[in-house]
Nanobody, 113 residues
Framework: QVQLVESGGGLVQPGGSLRLSCAAS????????VAWYRQAPGKQREWVGT???????NYSPSVSGRFTISRDIAKNTVYLEMNSLKPEDTAVYYC???????WGQGTQVTVSS
C-alpha cells in the first residue's frame, strides 16, 4: 500500500525558512517523479514544483528562486526547502507521486509576524 506522509510545517515569520519532508512507503521514490502542491484558504490547490525521476526540478514562478526540491534515496524521502517565506506562502502543502492519485495528508505552513 502506497503511503505518503508530510511533516515539517509550522509557524514562521516572514523572511524565514522551513523544510518540509514527504516520506514514502510502498513505493520507491527514486523511480517516481514527485510533486509538491499547496492550497491556501478559499483558493484552489496549486502546483508548487516537481522533481523528476532523473532529479530535474521545475518550479512555479511564484516560488522559483526561493524553494528547492530534493530527494534522499536512502531515506525514500523528498524535501521542499522553503526560504524567504512570504505571508502569501501560507497554505497546506501536499506531496504527490506525479501523475497518480497518491497524495499525502498535507502539512500546514503559516507565515506571519
Amino acid at each position: 500500500q502506497v503511503q505518503l506522509v508530510e511533516s515539517g510545517g509550522g509557524l514562521v515569520q516572514p523572511g524565514g525558512s522551513l523544510r518540509l519532508s514527504c516520506a514514502a512507503s510502498g513505493v520507491i521514490f527514486s523511480r517516481s517523479g514527485v510533486a509538491w502542491y499547496r492550497q491556501a484558504p478559499g483558493k484552489q490547490r496549486e502546483w508548487v514544483g516537481t522533481i523528476s525521476i532523473g532529479s530535474t526540478t521545475n518550479y512555479s514562478p511564484s516560488v522559483s528562486g526561493r524553494f528547492t526540491i530534493s530527494r534522499d534515496i536512502a531515506k525514500n524521502t523528498v524535501y521542499l526547502e522553503m526560504n524567504s517565506l512570504k505571508p502569501e506562502d501560507t497554505a497546506v502543502y501536499y506531496c504527490r507521486i506525479a501523475s497518480t492519485n497518491y497524495w499525502g495528508q498535507g502539512t500546514q505552513v503559516t507565515v506571519s509576524s
